[in-house]
């Protein structure tokens, strides 16, 4: 059941953490309704809440915001069906004078114990800061390089500490000059011992908030995902369950689908089979070649994986259960 709600008073909350662990530490906004130019005193922030459901949660969030002269520009509830779990999102706006960033984390906490939280955050971007995340590719680039751009354009609110790849690239290549000339660095580590290796890939993103896998090619053990504790999204070619094995958009391909499809997940120690973020299908025919066919693919996995880590940043991904998400 979903529970939509529309209101003038105000709401929000303190918010979430792990789905195995996941850690939220920054947000970017939709469209208009959290533009801080209604009022120069007012700035926008989001709040998510996830606990047993009983009666009064909304009523209880929104006296909270409103309390402190704040005002709910947007809401979501998701209650599901025969499952006593409570989830929502919120978008509002408040003045930072009377309602101090370190006041609206303890007034969300208290909520949050009331109400038995599994979890409660709040994120203001123009006060708090951005995500740190690291990403790891292999030999193809396409997706680093639409993130990259998209950074540059300041449509990806995160902080790219480095890059990760084990495949080595000259130094005049136009990704590796974007790097140099942003200040971000480029590690070469090649797989030819996997603990060696993830203990490297361990001290190079210990301090970043999560990871992308823009096409790394190669497994992350079970004591790496544990020892990293954050989340780690991946890029999946194809719609899962999908072709299997080396090559799958030429399988795809010889196969004669008429639709192929790109995945956004997280990754968990099962090859593959982490809670679903972001999908996205395209259609394809006989006239398509294999050239056009890779084309469409890879589109289909630039803009599936930006659409989920955006979707992330701006806290509308949950935890549903242990192998489902709630995307706002």
């Known amino acids: 059941m979903i529970r939509k709600v529309s209101?003038?008073?105000?709401?929000?909350a303190t918010a979430f953490r792990s789905f195995t662990k996941w850690s939220f530490k920054s947000s970017q906004f939709h469209g208009e309704s959290l533009d801080s130019s209604v009022s120069p005193l007012l700035i926008p922030g989001v709040h998510v809440f996830h606990c047993p459901d009983v009666?009064?949660?909304?009523?209880?969030l929104s006296d909270c915001i409103a309390a402190k002269g704040g005002n709910i520009l947007g809401d979501d509830v998701f209650v599901p069906e025969n499952k006593?779990?409570?989830?929502?999102r919120s978008e509002?706006?408040?003045d930072p004078v009377k309602w101090p960033r370190r006041q609206m984390d303890e007034d969300f906490q208290t909520i949050a114990q009331k109400f038995s939280a599994l979890s409660s955050v709040v994120r203001v971007p123009s006060l708090d800061p951005k995500y740190k995340i690291a990403l790891l590719l292999s030999k193809q680039d396409h997706c680093l390089v639409e993130m990259l751009h998209k950074w540059q354009d300041g449509k990806l609110p995160v902080d790219i500490t480095c890059v990760i790849s084990n495949h080595e690239r000259a130094p005049n290549t136009h990704i590796m000059r974007f790097l140099q000339r942003h200040g971000i660095s480029y590690h070469y580590l090649p797989t030819t011992d996997q603990k060696k290796i993830e203990e490297e890939i361990f001290e190079l993103v210990k301090d970043t908030d999560f990871l992308v896998l823009a096409r790394y090619m190669q497994l992350l053990s079970g004591n790496f995902l544990k020892g990293y504790g954050k989340d780690v999204i991946n890029i999946h070619h194809g719609l899962l369950p999908s072709f299997k094995g080396r090559n799958p958009v030429k399988q795809a391909f010889d196969a004669?689908?008429?639709?192929?499809g790109a995945t956004t997940h997280f990754v968990t120690e099962e090859l593959d089979s982490?809670?679903?973020?972001?999908?996205?299908?395209?259609r394809v025919s006989h006239r398509d070649n294999l050239r056009s066919f890779v084309q469409k693919s890879e589109d289909l996995e630039k803009k599936c994986l930006m659409k989920a880590i955006k979707s992330y940043c701006e806290l509308r991904v949950l935890p549903y259960g242990t192998q489902k998400t709630v995307v706002f």
């Open 7 to 12: 209101t003038t008073s105000c709401l929000s």
């Open 92 to 94: 509002f706006i408040f």
């Open 256 to 260: 004669g689908v008429k639709l192929i």
């Open 274 to 282: 982490g809670p679903i973020i972001e999908q996205m299908v395209e």
């Open 55 to 60: 009666v009064g949660i909304v009523a209880k």
């Open 84 to 88: 006593n779990v409570f989830y929502s």
